[in-house]
């Protein structure tokens, strides 16, 4: 599967950023989209994942209420809408594969295939 993420760029604190996961056809009816972020000198960070099965959906604890994950199948996207942005946002934000179809591995930090990466940089 292919993955590839944009739409990262430069935004004030308390601004909003969409991102976009381009995927290979098909892909979103076989595998949950995370998408994960590498912040310099931080452990990596699976924020959210949403399922192939039922569309449900998983947060991390650190962007739960200010970021949500959406997919539109019938043009094999995942976006990640993030308001609310901090400084602490600031990272390269990946979409990868969850090691299962109803995004048990986010939490836990198994993924399957990756994508480049879209930088994301929250500055006054």
């Known amino acids: 599967v292919q993955l590839q993420a944009s739409g990262g760029g430069l935004v004030q604190p308390g601004g909003s950023l969409r991102l976009s996961c381009a995927t290979s056809?098909?892909?979103?009816?076989?595998?949950?989209i995370a998408w994960v972020r590498q912040a310099p000198g931080k452990e990596r960070e699976g924020v959210s994942c949403?399922?192939?099965?039922?569309?449900?959906?998983y947060y991390a604890g650190s962007v739960k209420g200010r970021f949500t994950i959406s997919r539109d199948n019938a043009r094999n996207t995942v976006y990640l809408q993030m308001n609310s942005l901090k400084p602490e946002d600031t990272a390269i934000y990946y979409c990868?594969?969850?090691?299962?179809?109803?995004?048990?591995?986010?939490?836990?930090?198994?993924?399957?295939?990756w994508g480049q990466g879209t930088l994301v940089t929250v500055s006054s």
């Open positions: 990868a594969t969850d090691s299962t179809r109803d995004c048990r591995g986010t939490p836990n930090g198994i993924f399957g295939s």
């Open positions: 056809r098909g892909a979103l009816d076989y595998y949950a």
């Open positions: 949403i399922s192939s099965t039922d569309g449900s959906t």
